[in-house]
């Protein structure tokens, strides 16, 4: 790929199509949202730790859902083709040991 075929092709391109326009709102409406639920907190600890309101299963879960992204996912399908379902097996026991 050529300079000329880049700036060519990065000419092209429109920011401002249904698809662009609607990320935009979306954006704009998160950072929105968050400006006004947030604009009660005068420190880093009300926004870093939620004044300390989550209950163990909200964090287990934030853990788990963290642990088990889509990575891991496709990792463990990948193992599981090489080595057997024994991977799997050994794998759901420690999602079990997490949330116990």
């Known amino acids: 790929m050529t300079i000329s075929t880049i700036t060519t092709?990065?000419?092209l391109i429109t920011y401002f199509t249904w698809d662009h326009?609607?990320?935009?709102?979306?954006?704009?409406v998160t950072l929105l949202v968050g400006w006004?639920?947030?604009r009660n907190n005068k420190a880093i600890?009300?926004?870093a730790l939620?004044?300390?309101?989550?209950s163990r299963s909200v964090l287990?879960?934030?853990?788990v859902a963290t642990m088990l992204g889509g990575a891991?996912?496709?990792g463990l399908s990948s193992r599981v083709f090489s080595d057997g379902i024994i991977m799997f097996v050994a794998a759901s026991e420690g999602v079990r040991c997490l949330t116990a």
């Open 36 to 38: 006004y639920v947030g």
């Open 9 to 11: 092709t990065t000419a």
């Open 21 to 28: 326009v609607i990320v935009y709102l979306f954006l704009l």
């Open 72 to 74: 891991t996912t496709i």
């Open 50 to 54: 939620g004044r300390r309101s989550f």
């Open 60 to 63: 287990a879960m934030t853990y």
């Open 45 to 47: 600890d009300d926004y």
